[in-house]
């Protein structure tokens, strides 16, 4: 639910930034779930703007979770929104910021085995999937 959450709110622009990027103006949000090799899937997927590296890198350096000289790749900075208290949302609001993260998400997925992979391209959205052992099924 909580990447469900994060999605609509981090991730969809608002109807009025999707038709300035070109998009319709209704965001989409896919859930799917699947078999894959011992394991089922489960992805949370949406067309929004991706993840804001930029944005993700600047909380870091001011949370102190990494050192301003780093040099990160992009997936290496995805994986900093896993951080134990680590929030990008200015706001509370109805959907995300009240204090449940993402490193809860990924406490919760290993501890039944299992892992958490972000693929995310700027502009386009972003893909969260869930990998679980079949055994859990």
Do not use: C, W
């Not at 990447?3 to 103006?25: C, F, I, Q």
Request: negative net charge; hydrophobic residues 40%.
């Amino acid at each position: 639910m909580h990447l469900v959450r994060n999605a609509m709110d981090h991730g969809l622009e608002a109807p009025e930034e999707r038709l300035a990027a070109g998009k319709a103006s209704q965001g989409l949000l896919a859930l799917s779930a699947y078999h894959d090799s011992g394991s089922i899937v489960i992805e949370i997927k949406d067309d929004g703007r991706g993840i804001n590296r930029k944005k993700v890198l600047q909380k870091a350096i001011e949370k102190g979770i990494v050192n301003k000289a780093a040099e990160l790749t992009d997936s290496e900075i995805d994986e900093l929104i896993f951080a134990a208290g680590f929030s990008t949302a200015d706001e509370v609001s109805n959907l995300s910021g009240r204090g449940v993260g993402m490193d809860v998400v990924r406490k919760n997925i290993e501890a039944l085995r299992g892992t958490v992979h972000i693929v995310s391209t700027p502009g386009q959205g972003t893909v969260f999937q869930l990998r679980l052992p079949l055994t859990l099924a």
